[in-house]
């Protein structure tokens, strides 16, 4: 499951423009970023000596600007919402590093304890308080479950982390003193993937948000149809973007910050410390303005105009790096903790006998083959030296490492892929048009549902931003042609996409599209599991991607006890090919040299989670 706002194809965040001339600029040297800028790989330490006050401005990612405030929208709102994790935090707070879910210092209650059985989870409060005074309790969390229920009855689609029948499915939870929980389960769930789950439960208010209507009476919220209510008072109230500074409901936070105003025209909104707020970090900013952005480029100018405290910037600005540090800005970059960039093919077209094209394990691997990693990395034409290699699903220097490590399944070998061609019964035509001369099901054919004369042969939509992804599918099409396949390239911008190329959640499109690439797609930082991305029916299975041997190892990650099960996974994903793999950008984390915190604080932001509450300005 992805840690991204909105709705399910909301979680793919990113990227694209068509450029063609790639390669032919080409660096043949090694880190070409680190040549010309002098490294951008070393996160600074924390430094100077911290004054109070301040406003810290911060760069919203461009393209994603709130429109929601209640911390669950619906899937017909399409909202991205608010500060998630400033106002109200969730039970555990997300890591945004690779080797951990959640991070203890951050959370609201300590680590949860299981039963033998692991179907009854014991969950201990710390000693938070909301922003009017009022404890934190184990009732605000029964509440809390009890919203987010309500919301997936009404429809499935309204939490884009719901696959039907796992979590909340089955779940109950009872107060069994005010700082004490306990979750039961019918199901017995693989602890790391229940703590993944409980990263995205925010924690609301339950004593100040269980009405129906304004000033109306307090509801019984284990009640289901008062919950339906409750939820649907809340969702309806969050509609009205003018009101979010100064309705009372949205005042009540239990984060390190309160909303001070909102602009509804362009997103842009302004936090001010939560006094009560009782966590680490007790923010020393006076305020935190968060700025709406259109584009990338929009973001990066407000950067060398000196107008930007922090932010992020897409690996397509690595040349900048040098004019960044000469504006008085630390810049960081890496690949974002459990993000791999896939071309998302398509296993329901049936177009031109796709499908059955598409579902022989060869076919995928050969067109892997033609994917050279290390060169688009290398040119000045696709990254710039600004990305690394990656071949999982769980992305680099994950805890879940699959069993190959860091070696590629199928690296960059042209000949490796027309040989499997040959073997399996094509004539290579390079430059030409390759076909199936052989088909049947034996050995040395091309396998079932293909006939004999058949073409490989298929398009590509690419995402119109950034220019990285355009040039990265240009490089593939150019290196699939040699081989005598033809792949087509189509721009879309990555609104486009996401509304119409998708077959979980619009298969009337399925022939429509053949493959596609959107740029990134983020798992839980902490446990990369595929779950609803790549098991048979799951909600953000985009290409109908059906494997048994992948819903079994999803489904030990999923419910198994094994913490490591996970590594199975990744390691058969790697090999099965569900997708193709490109490298994976670095994003680029800038900021003033006058601000400091831990070094955490801001690399996590590669995560797209923010702690502006342990920030400060020196000297």
Request: one cysteine or more; a positive charge.
């Amino acid at each position: 499951m992805t840690h991204v706002p909105g709705k399910a194809r909301g979680r793919r965040f990113a990227v694209l423009a068509a450029v063609l001339a790639v390669l032919a600029t080409a660096c043949t040297g090694g880190d070409l970023a680190k040549e010309l800028q002098g490294g951008y790989k070393t996160l600074p330490k924390e430094s100077g000596k911290p004054k109070d006050g301040g406003t810290a401005t911060v760069a919203l990612t461009p393209g994603l600007s709130p429109n929601y405030i209640y911390p669950y929208p619906p899937a017909s709102a399409n909202g991205t919402v608010i500060a998630r994790g400033l106002l109200w935090r969730s039970l555990y707070r997300p890591s945004g590093e690779g080797d951990q879910i959640a991070d203890a210092a951050l959370s609201l209650a300590e680590a949860p304890r299981y039963s033998t059985d692991r179907k009854t989870v014991s969950i201990k409060m710390k000693h938070y308080s909301w922003s009017n005074g009022r404890p934190v309790t184990a009732d605000d969390v029964v509440f809390s479950l009890a919203l987010l229920k309500a919301a997936l009855k009404e429809s499935p689609a309204n939490w884009s982390f719901y696959t039907p029948g796992q979590f909340p499915d089955g779940i109950t939870a009872k107060a069994t003193a005010s700082d004490e929980l306990t979750l039961r389960s019918t199901t017995a769930y693989n602890p790391s993937y229940l703590m993944s789950m409980l990263t995205l439960l925010y924690v609301m208010p339950s004593k100040e948000w269980n009405i129906a209507r304004t000033s109306g009476p307090h509801l019984d919220y284990t009640q289901p149809k008062n919950a339906k209510a409750i939820y649907t008072y809340l969702t309806k109230q969050s509609e009205s973007q003018a009101t979010f500074a100064d309705n009372p409901l949205w005042q009540v936070v239990n984060g390190p910050y309160r909303l001070k105003s909102f602009d509804p025209t362009t997103g842009s909104f302004s936090l001010v410390p939560n006094t009560s707020y009782s966590g680490p970090g007790g923010s020393r900013l006076d305020r935190v303005d968060f700025k709406s952005f259109t584009s990338a480029p929009a973001v990066l100018n407000q950067f060398k105009a000196g107008n930007l405290t922090v932010g992020t910037l897409d690996s397509s600005f690595i040349m900048q790096i040098g004019a960044l540090k000469k504006k008085g800005y630390h810049v960081y970059g890496a690949p974002a903790p459990a993000r791999f960039d896939p071309l998302v093919l398509n296993f329901e077209n049936t177009t031109h006998h796709f499908d059955k094209v598409i579902a022989q394990p060869y076919i995928r691997q050969a067109l892997q083959h033609l994917i050279d990693q290390q060169g688009y990395i290398r040119s000045r034409g696709v990254y710039n030296g600004a990305a690394s290699p990656n071949y999982t699903t769980a992305g680099g220097d994950s805890p879940y490492p699959p069993a190959s490590g860091d070696q590629a399944p199928y690296p960059y070998d042209p000949a490796a892929a027309k040989k499997l061609l040959t073997d399996h019964g094509w004539k290579v035509e390079p430059g030409g048009a390759t076909t199936c001369q052989h088909p049947g099901t034996g050995a040395g054919e091309c396998g079932a549902g293909i006939p004999r004369g058949q073409t490989i042969d298929f398009s590509l939509a690419s995402a119109n931003t950034p220019a990285y992804v355009g040039a990265r599918d240009t490089a593939f099409a150019s290196e699939a042609k040699k081989l005598g396949l033809k792949v087509t390239l189509v721009s879309k911008s990555l609104n486009y996409l996401y509304t119409n190329y998708g077959n979980s959640f619009a298969p009337a499109n399925k022939n429509k599209w053949a493959a596609q690439d959107y740029g990134p797609l983020y798992l839980a930082a902490g446990y990369p599991s595929s779950n609803t991305v790549f098991n048979t029916g799951g909600s953000f299975n985009l290409g109908g991607y059906r494997d048994a041997e992948a819903d079994k190892l999803i489904d030990a990650s999923t419910f198994g006890a094994d913490s490591k099960a996970l590594s199975a996974e990744v390691t058969h994903l790697g090999k099965d090919l569900p997708v193709l793999y490109f490298p994976t950008p670095h994003t680029l984390v800038v900021w003033k040299n006058s601000l400091s915190g831990p070094p955490s604080s801001f690399s996590s932001l590669l995560s797209f989670l923010y702690t502006p509450e342990l920030w400060y300005f020196h000297n």
